[in-house]
Structure formats: C-alpha cells, structure tokens
C-alpha cells in the first residue's frame, strides 16, 4: 500500500484523506493543530506546520524511502499549495513547478503575472509596514480611485480584505491586512463591479478542466462576506465561456501546469476581470462538497490521482470541450489550453448562517430540518456554549453553513436558506458586545457595519413605536407587529438568516412563550437591529 502525504488535517482536508483511503492509499497527514478534527481518519498523523516546508520535505523524504514509497502530496482548502508544489519539485512527484505555486499564493506576484501576459486583472500597489504613513494614500489614489480593495499578499477566507470608501478607511484598513499576512506585505487594488465567480479546475497533460462553477453570494461592506454559493452559476454562453478562458489564460500566465487551480473572478463591465487564481482546490465546502453533490464526480479524488502521477481516467470521460472565447479585454491572447468542463447535472445551494456580537448561551434549531434536501449541517467548531461571537469581517467567523442539493434549482436554495433560518444562537443577557450592536454603536473606520438586520427605523416610525402601548408579559410578539411593519415596504425585508419580520415575531412566540413585559419601542427596535436573535437578547436581559 502506497503511502500519500495529505497537507491539513481540518474539516477542509476531509475528503482529500477520505478519497486517498478510497483509492488505496496509506494517509499520512500533518497540521500544525494536534486536535485537528479529520486526524482520526488518516492512518498516521505528524505535528508540522504547513508553514514549515523543509520540516514536511523531511518527512517526505522518509516516506520515500520506506518500502511503500510515496506516490504524491496533495492539499485542499489551505493556504499551502507552495509548501506540496516545494516537496514534489525537489522530490520529482506531480505538482505545479514551486515557481508557479509562489505566483499563485502571492498576490503580488500573481498580479505581476498577469500584468506581464496582459491578462485582465485591477491594478494594484504592494505595500508592507514600512509604507503606511499619511503619504501613502495620496500615492495610492494618483493612480486608481475609491472605492479601493486591500488585502493580505498571502491568506485565503477573507481575512483582513476589506473595501475602502475613504481616506479615513485607509490607513487602518492597510494596517489591518499587513498584521494579517504571514510575510508583512498587503495589497491595494482597485475594486471591481460586478458578479463574483468561483471557478474550480484541474490541469493535465494541457488540458485545463473547469470542476466546479458558482456563483459567490457576497455582501457587507467594507467587508466581502461570502453569504453562500450556488452552482451551477446559470449565464449565457458567451460569458460562461468568456469566464473559463480568462481563467484559464490567468493559470498559464502563472504557470500552473499540473494539479489544481482556483480562481475567483468578476464579470465586470469592461468584461471578466481576475480577482485571484490559487493552485488548488477551493475551500468553502465547494471542492468537497457541493460541486461533487452537483455533478456525481469525486473533484479531490481525481486530483489526488493526478498528484500521484496516473491518469485521471474519470475525469477525461466526463470532461465536455468549451470553447475559447477571450473578451474583448484579451482578444488577441492565444488559447492556453485544451479547455473542457464536467458539467453538474443538480444544483447544490450552500448557505452561511451569522450572530450578532455576543457571548454564546446555547445552539438550538427550533424546528427539526425534515426537508430531504439538506444534505448538510455544518456548524464551526470554534462556536460553542461559552465563546464569542461576532458578525463576521471574513469567512471564517460565520458560524456555520448549510448545504441543500436538488434537481430543482429553486428548490435546493429554497431548502438552505430554510435551514439557516431555524437555526439560533442564543447569546448570554446583559452583555458589553451585543448591547453597543443594538445601540448601532460604530468603529470610526467602519461605517454603516455591522448592518441592521431589517432597516433603521426613520424618527416618524420611532414616534410611531413610542406610542404604542407594551407588548403584555406572555403575549404573542406576531399579534403585536405595528401596523406600519405589516406594509408593502417591510413585508418582504429578510434578514441575514433568511427571516422575515412577521416569521422573526413567530418564532420569538416559539422560543420565548413567557416573557416578561416588553416596551414596543426597545423591543421592535431590537428586533430591526438584530432580527430574532435581537428580540431573544432583549426580552433576556429585561428578567
């Protein structure tokens, strides 16, 4: 049995260690986490650092040279393509050249890439610690305008990346995104308008296979929380193919020749523009997960068979040519690749569901998920009874996603955002965090964040709430909604989790059928700022 080095032992590396098993290899993961969660599912487990490429190469090395060998090293969901691309190239096992794989972890380098192949991406500024002072932005805005994005060179989860509306978003936000990054570096780009893409493929022997085609849902500014994906993203043909030809052209530009590429990708208006392109598989639950429950093909396992040097027998049968179509912005580039894509025959819906600031009480679905469509429930590991909770700036303070899986495509979002919306936290009364969120209070660099769950009420709506008379201990929140929340204006207003106003009081009656006297004012003003987790912590914090 053939040994396979599986870098990440998270929830993220699940099925890259569970299709490794599947094939017939023997699993030999490292994390720098001892407690990682998918480490019982490996047959052996090394404390390293995926930071650590020299401590991986060791071990590497070792595995070699036992009787069993070692047939590749792959990673999925992290940041650390470099650290397998650094072990094949010195130990000649199928991967990315280590060149290629620096291009395409850091940003800086991935945006020279394309700007020296001209392939369509933002402009952008690297800048380190060193860079921010007052000056720094007059540099930046002589040569792109607001709104700016600024990022990490090198993190994944959108950690630290935030918009800049202003200048005095700036120099925080910059400070920000170098504390952020591993190597001290940050980078200031221009924002770009339009639909968010995630787009999944595998490269071999020239053929650029796309594996996985989404639709990102994003929302929140300044910060860009990925609310969900759903694929497949449903386009006409002509931007659907323009889409994987930038892709594709993107890849090439970095020299990604042999594995797993990932790219999120706008459609702007001058046409699709290259928000990033990482050399593996994504995460998010899109590689593991939805494309896989979407098109009856194991995406990690075909590129666990790549990285173990054989041929991808599977994916080449189901692989459907598409045809290179460059926009307008890169007409005149030649073709890449052969370009093909396995197409998905369902659509999956993956949803996140958030919290408001505060301090966890307990977890709770206050109805059972009896829809078949919900394939899964995917809490994080770090929100438990006791942590804290925040509503998310990135990715990776969502407090758990939901996936749903239908042939009909309504049908299988319908069922995920039903799901998130009966799932709740409720947080501990009385408490510093959740009281300034519900006060509206703000950071000065953050304005209008975190946002209202329904809407902030005008001073004649308030007025309206001031007269109307308590809501009695023990009523029912749904037959006390004002009258002017019942119009056409409120009525269709959903909060994060999918809730509407009138769906927020019932389950309010559900959860909390004693509570005490309630002033309308406060409570209906708790319940726009915070929707149902608002009323709970009100209603609480008046015992």
Same mark, same amino acid.
């Given at each position: 049995?053939?040994?396979?080095?599986?870098?990440?032992?998270?929830?993220?590396?699940?099925?890259?260690?569970?299709?490794?098993?599947?094939?017939?290899?023997?699993?030999? $993961?490292?994390?720098?986490?001892?407690?990682?969660?998918?480490?019982?599912?490996?047959?052996?487990?090394?404390?390293?650092?995926?930071?650590?490429?020299?401590?991986?190469?060791?071990?590497?090395?070792?595995?070699?040279?036992?009787?069993?060998?070692?047939?590749?090293?792959?990673?999925?969901?992290?940041?650390?393509?470099?650290?397998?691309?650094?072990?094949?190239?010195?130990?000649?096992?199928?991967?990315?050249?280590?060149?290629?794989?620096?291009?395409?972890?850091?940003?800086?380098?991935?945006?020279?890439?394309?700007?020296?192949?001209?392939?369509?991406?933002?402009?952008?500024?690297?800048?380190?610690?060193?860079?921010?002072?007052?000056?720094?932005?007059?540099?930046?805005?002589?040569?792109?305008?607001?709104?700016?994005?600024?990022?990490?060179?090198?993190?994944?989860?959108?950690?630290?990346?935030?918009?800049?509306?202003?200048?005095?978003?700036?120099?925080?936000?910059?400070?920000?995104?170098?504390?952020?990054?591993?190597?001290?570096?940050?980078?200031?780009?221009?924002?770009?308008?339009?639909?968010?893409?995630?787009?999944?493929?595998?490269?071999?022997?020239?053929?650029?296979?796309?594996?996985?085609?989404?639709?990102?849902?994003?929302?929140?500014?300044?910060?860009?929380?990925?609310?969900?994906?759903?694929?497949?993203?449903?386009?006409?043909?002509?931007?659907?193919?323009?889409?994987?030809?930038?892709?594709?052209?993107?890849?090439?530009?970095?020299?990604?020749?042999?594995?797993?590429?990932?790219?999120?990708?706008?459609?702007?208006?001058?046409?699709?523009?290259?928000?990033?392109?990482?050399?593996?598989?994504?995460?998010?639950?899109?590689?593991?997960? $939805?494309?896989?429950?979407?098109?009856?093909?194991?995406?990690?396992?075909?590129?666990?068979?790549?990285?173990?040097?054989?041929?991808?027998?599977?994916?080449?049968?189901?692989?459907?040519?598409?045809?290179?179509?460059?926009?307008?912005?890169?007409?005149?580039?030649?073709?890449?690749?052969?370009?093909?894509?396995?197409?998905?025959?369902?659509?999956?819906?993956?949803?996140?569901?958030?919290?408001?600031?505060?301090?966890?009480?307990?977890?709770?679905?206050?109805?059972?998920? $009896?829809?078949?469509?919900?394939?899964?429930?995917?809490?994080?590991?770090?929100?438990?009874?006791?942590?804290?909770?925040?509503?998310?700036?990135?990715?990776?303070?969502?407090?758990?996603?939901?996936?749903?899986?239908?042939?009909?495509?309504?049908?299988?979002?319908?069922?995920?955002?039903?799901?998130?919306?009966?799932?709740?936290? $409720?947080?501990?009364?009385?408490?510093?965090?959740?009281?300034?969120?519900?006060?509206?209070?703000?950071?000065?660099?953050?304005?209008?964040?975190?946002?209202?769950?329904?809407?902030?009420?005008?001073?004649?709506?308030?007025?309206?709430?001031?007269?109307?008379?308590?809501?009695?201990?023990?009523?029912?929140?749904?037959?006390?909604?004002?009258?002017?929340?019942?119009?056409?204006?409120?009525?269709?207003?959903?909060?994060?989790?999918?809730?509407?106003?009138?769906?927020?009081?019932?389950?309010?009656?559900?959860?909390?059928?004693?509570?005490?006297?309630?002033?309308?004012?406060?409570?209906?003003?708790?319940?726009?700022?915070?929707?149902?987790?608002?009323?709970?912590?009100?209603?609480?914090?008046?015992?």
């Amino acid at each position: 049995m053939e040994n396979i080095l599986i870098l990440g032992a998270g929830l993220m590396q699940k099925p890259a260690i569970l299709s490794a098993k599947e094939l017939g290899y023997k699993v030999i $993961t490292v994390d720098a986490d001892k407690k990682a969660v998918a480490i019982p599912l490996a047959d052996e487990f090394y404390q390293i650092d995926l930071k650590d490429r020299d401590g991986i190469l060791e071990l590497a090395q070792k595995l070699k040279a036992t009787p069993e060998g070692l047939a590749g090293v792959f990673t999925a969901g992290t940041d650390f393509s470099a650290s397998v691309s650094y072990v094949c190239e010195r130990l000649g096992l199928s991967a990315h050249s280590f060149n290629a794989a620096l291009n395409a972890s850091i940003k800086t380098q991935m945006r020279s890439c394309f700007e020296k192949e001209h392939v369509p991406s933002p402009a952008f500024v690297k800048v380190c610690k060193d860079d921010i002072n007052p000056a720094l932005y007059e540099t930046v805005i002589n040569k792109m305008s607001l709104p700016l994005v600024v990022k990490p060179v090198d993190n994944m989860g959108a950690r630290g990346c935030r918009m800049v509306r202003s200048r005095e978003e700036f120099l925080p936000s910059v400070q920000t995104a170098v504390e952020c990054s591993r190597t001290g570096f940050a980078i200031v780009e221009e924002y770009m308008e339009g639909p968010e893409f995630s787009i999944d493929a595998l490269v071999y022997q020239g053929k650029f296979i796309v594996t996985g085609f989404a639709i990102r849902h994003i929302k929140y500014e300044p910060y860009f929380i990925e609310v969900g994906h759903t694929m497949p993203a449903v386009l006409d043909k002509k931007m659907h193919d323009e889409l994987i030809s930038v892709f594709a052209l993107g890849a090439k530009a970095e020299g990604l020749s042999c594995g797993a590429a990932k790219a999120d990708i706008k459609y702007t208006s001058k046409g699709p523009m290259i928000g990033e392109i990482a050399g593996r598989l994504s995460g998010g639950y899109m590689s593991g997960w $939805t494309y896989p429950y979407a098109s009856d093909l194991n995406l990690t396992k075909q590129g666990i068979i790549i990285a173990a040097g054989k041929k991808p027998e599977e994916l080449l049968v189901k692989a459907v040519k598409v045809d290179y179509t460059p926009s307008e912005l890169c007409k005149n580039l030649e073709q890449p690749y052969e370009l093909f894509e396995v197409p998905c025959v369902r659509t999956s819906a993956e949803r996140a569901w958030m919290s408001i600031p505060g301090t966890v009480e307990y977890i709770e679905n206050i109805s059972d998920f $009896t829809d078949r469509a919900v394939f899964d429930v995917l809490p994080r590991a770090t929100v438990k009874i006791g942590s804290d909770v925040d509503f998310p700036r990135n990715n990776v303070e969502k407090c758990g996603n939901i996936i749903a899986v239908s042939h009909d495509r309504e049908s299988a979002i319908k069922a995920a955002q039903d799901a998130v919306s009966n799932t709740f936290i $409720t947080l501990k009364p009385n408490n510093k965090k959740t009281d300034d969120f519900l006060n509206a209070v703000e950071q000065s660099d953050e304005e209008a964040f975190p946002p209202y769950a329904f809407v902030k009420l005008n001073d004649e709506q308030l007025k309206i709430l001031e007269s109307l008379a308590p809501v009695l201990s023990g009523a029912k929140a749904a037959d006390n909604i004002p009258d002017f929340l019942k119009s056409k204006e409120f009525l269709e207003l959903t909060d994060w989790n999918y809730n509407t106003i009138y769906t927020t009081a019932r389950k309010f009656d559900i959860l909390r059928p004693k509570h005490p006297e309630l002033n309308s004012k406060d409570f209906w003003c708790a319940v726009m700022r915070g929707g149902i987790q608002g009323a709970v912590y009100y209603s609480d914090s008046k015992k």
